[in-house]
């Protein structure tokens, strides 16, 4: 059977015949008219399925027919048996898409004939209505497999068409997109001399990779050399980054336009640096060369090694660091070398307070012992400060060169002048508590090495004093007066023939509380001081010069006191210097403590007229009143010392009689 050719764009009422039937279009579909189509049968034995047909040529697109209204659904008869498939006619060309025609209505489902061949494919018409459903006729035998149609000819290759090329521009590198799209890179540009990665989003890699341990090598030359220098990875024998030259000039290293380093074919490096700064003592530097520990931690350094190698494959090592302590910006620097046994050890070091500590092997021991050294000169404050037995300084306020003694105190070893630092002038006792074996006699001349009094009268003791005086354990580790704190009984007299208001008097000594604030924290009372130096508070005689609130005090009457607010405290358990000028008729009092001036007045008034200072440790034990745990070095004279005496007995410390001489 041939393919229905269905017309064209069709008018109401045009027919169409083929292969022995006629169809009328009804305005919205073609329908058969010719043969008539009766009442639906029985369904019959379904018919073997025919032959495939040959596909005909794709015709071209008509426009879609109108659709035809639906018929009515007639009564199914029996199901006739299947016709054979028809062959396919041959594909048309393919026209021009038609706008989609109506769907006609189906009509009833007749008795099914053969299997006519396929005709061109219309446009879609629109949906009829669905027709009644037919009784179910019996299954036919399927028909034969017609055969299949020849395969039609491969159309013509078409020609060949150009890439596509996005973004094109001049310089810019071309890559490979999708298809034939390809893409002209605006961050990736050649100009014939520079190539050029120039991100805009993030940053820019170029990757050198090789298929071995050594990565990719950037080469540098000329016309005439093309290997000048290289720039290359070594992962394969550990070497790292390496720059290599092939030639004699240097390595140099630019910023901001400017040369800031230079390595040269000697192996001199060379930081250069222009800036116009000017050195300040109290201003850190603008650097050339930084080495930098960025670790963040105490105990840790930043370095630099110089190093000599040896042909025998020993080398020469000095180390340079500033290392970082606890405290905030506390920088000393350490110089370290190596030893001839190859360890270390440290030859200087500058502390961040700027004093020079030269390591020495101590005598006796192997363990190291650095040492201060005044270089120039070194005030007294600075050097008081050291307490590193042997040290050597020159005290420029003192005008000598001093010595840290093994005995814990310095002394003046070049001054003459001031070799004995103990004014004698005007000095009337000077009492070391120093006794000689079995003393029988004479007692208080043998602890008092220098004085202008007579033994027995002027100068004399009540109690029993001397049984708690010890020759050693004192300042110094020498001889001092230990004693309790309610031995009111005993007491020393160096008595001058008068009494405070009527008297020139300068009082020294050196004293110790047994510990932090065991004695002398309390403001005294009617009769006297907490803790009695110089004066007698026995027979109901108020005053006297000792200690209030832990801090030297003149206590001239009841509950009347003087007391160095300022000064520190002398009651914290360690050895410190008191001293007292009282200029009587000029009503003038001077406090120091450790050489140092604390309090002045220059009209002390209604002081009491029976106040004794020629007492030394001599009081009644009132509630508030203590004894002197400890006393060493008592200086008296009957006139009013200077200044720079105090000092100079405050740093003589212990005396002897020679001395005094």
């Not at 009515?72 to 393919?94: D, E, I, L, P, R």
């Not at 028909?143 to 521009?169: C, D, E, V």
């Not at 494959?313 to 370290?336: D, H, K, M, R």
Request: overall charge negative; glycine content about 14%.
């Amino acid at each position: 059977m041939a393919a229905f050719d269905f017309p064209n764009s069709p008018s109401n009422g045009d027919t169409y015949t083929a292969n022995g039937m006629t169809f009328t279009w009804n305005g919205t579909m073609w329908k058969r008219t010719s043969p008539s189509v009766g009442a639906q049968g029985a369904q019959g034995h379904q018919g073997a399925a025919g032959a495939q047909g040959n596909a005909g040529a794709q015709g071209d697109t008509a426009a879609a027919g109108a659709q035809g209204n639906a018929g009515a659904q007639g009564a199914a008869g029996a199901q006739g048996a299947q016709g054979h498939q028809g062959a396919n006619g041959a594909q048309g060309a393919a026209g021009a898409q038609g706008a989609q025609g109506h769907q006609g209505a189906n009509g009833a489902q007749g008795a099914a004939g053969a299997q006519g061949a396929a005709g061109a494919q219309g446009n879609n018409g629109a949906q009829g209505n669905a027709g009644a459903q037919g009784n179910a006729g019996a299954q036919g035998n399927a028909g034969a497999q017609g055969n299949a149609g020849a395969q039609g000819n491969a159309g013509a290759q078409g020609n060949a068409g150009s890439a596509t090329i996005s973004g094109n521009a001049d310089n810019r590198v071309i890559t490979g997109g999708s298809g034939t799209n390809l893409n002209a890179e605006s961050n990736l540009t050649f100009s014939g001399s520079t190539l050029k990665v120039n991100s805009t989003t993030g940053h820019s890699y170029l990757k050198l990779n090789s298929n071995d341990s050594y990565s990719g090598t950037i080469h540098f030359g000329d016309q005439t050399d093309d290997d000048v220098c290289q720039i290359w990875y070594d992962n394969y024998q550990l070497n790292g980054l390496n720059l290599r030259t092939s030639e004699s000039s240097p390595i140099n290293f630019y910023t901001d336009g400017d040369k800031r380093l230079s390595i040269y074919s000697t192996g001199l490096i060379e930081a250069a640096t222009s800036f116009n700064n000017t050195y300040s003592s109290t201003t850190g530097i603008t650097p050339h060369i930084r080495i930098r520990n960025q670790l963040g931690a105490d105990n840790i350094y930043g370095g630099i090694q110089l190093r000599a190698d040896r042909n025998n494959g020993a080398a020469s090592i000095f180390n340079i660091a500033c290392l970082t302590t606890s405290n905030s910006y506390e920088s000393p620097l350490v110089l370290q070398s190596r030893n001839s046994d190859s360890n270390f050890s440290e030859k200087l070091r500058i502390t961040s307070d700027g004093k020079v500590e030269l390591p020495t092997t101590n005598s006796t021991n192997t363990y190291l012992n650095r040492k201060n050294i005044g270089v120039g000169k070194i005030s007294t404050s600075d050097r008081t400060s050291i307490t590193d037995v042997g040290a050597v300084a020159y005290d420029y306020e003192l005008d000598d060169v001093m010595v840290y003694r093994n005995g814990g105190y310095w002394s003046g070893i070049d001054n003459a002048n001031r070799r004995g630092r103990i004014r004698t002038r005007n000095l009337r006792a000077a009492i070391n508590f120093e006794q000689g074996y079995a003393m029988t006699s004479n007692y208080m001349a043998q602890i008092t090495p220098l004085h202008t009094l007579s033994d027995g009268s002027s100068l004399a003791y009540f109690g029993s004093p001397f049984q708690h005086m010890g020759n050693t354990g004192g300042l110094d580790n020498g001889p001092y007066w230990n004693r309790n704190t309610n031995e009111s009984s005993d007491g020393l007299v160096a008595d001058m023939g008068n009494t405070a208001p009527n008297a020139k008097v300068s009082l020294l000594c050196w004293y110790k509380s047994d510990s932090n604030n065991s004695q002398g924290n309390n403001n005294g009372g009617s009769w006297g001081p907490d803790v009695w130096l110089f004066g007698d508070t026995r027979n109901s005689v108020s005053g006297g010069f000792g200690i209030n609130s832990n801090k030297p005090s003149f206590h001239y009457g009841s509950n009347s006191r003087a007391t160095a607010t300022s000064s520190p405290s002398v009651t914290d358990g360690n050895w410190h210097h008191i001293a007292f000028t009282w200029d009587g008729p000029n009503k003038d009092l001077k406090i120091y403590t450790d050489g140092t001036l604390y309090y002045t007045n220059t009209n002390l008034t209604s002081v009491n007229s029976n106040v004794r200072f020629d007492r030394v440790g001599s009081g009644y034990d009132y509630a508030y009143t203590n004894a002197p745990q400890n006393m060493a070095a008592v200086l008296m004279y009957d006139e009013i010392i200077t200044d720079a005496e105090v000092k100079g007995a405050y740093y003589a410390r212990q005396f002897t009689r020679d001395s005094l001489h």
